[in-house]
Nanobody, 113 residues
Framework: QVQLVESGGGLVQAGGSLRLSCAYSGSIASSVGWYRQVPGKQRDLVAAITRGGTTNYVDSVKGRFTISRDNGKNTVYLQMNSLKPEDTAVYYC?????????WGQGTQVTVSS
């Protein structure tokens, strides 16, 4: 069973930047995605990356977020720039297009206006 550990969240002002990291034990052959969830709402995909580095993003973060992956370090990153208050959420990583592993604890991102 792969374990997922997210880190890098915090409190930032609107327009600021954060870099999230997702470290996973073992190897993940499938795509990996970053998801986010606000209280009372479902967990939604933000960005995903294949093992080969092909990326896709939801429209609301295109041009602001960049997902990257280091297969040698078993880590996926999410660089978030030009943050907006509506980006406030708990961010999680997990597989994308494959069976999910157990979710990690996530990392809280709070963007103040």
């Amino acid at each position: 069973q792969v374990q997922l550990v997210e880190s890098g969240g915090g409190l930032v002002q609107a327009g600021g930047s954060l870099r999230l990291s997702c470290a996973y034990s073992g190897s993940i052959a499938s795509s990996v995605g970053w998801y986010r969830q606000v209280p009372g709402k479902q967990r939604d995909l933000v960005a995903a990356i294949t093992r080969g580095g092909t990326t896709n993003y939801v429209d609301s973060v295109k041009g602001r977020f960049t997902i990257s992956r280091d297969n040698g370090k078993n880590t996926v990153y999410l660089q978030m720039n030009s943050l907006k208050p509506e980006d406030t959420a708990v961010y999680y990583c997990n597989t994308y297009g494959a069976i999910w592993y157990d979710w990690g604890q996530g990392t809280q991102v709070t963007v103040s206006s």
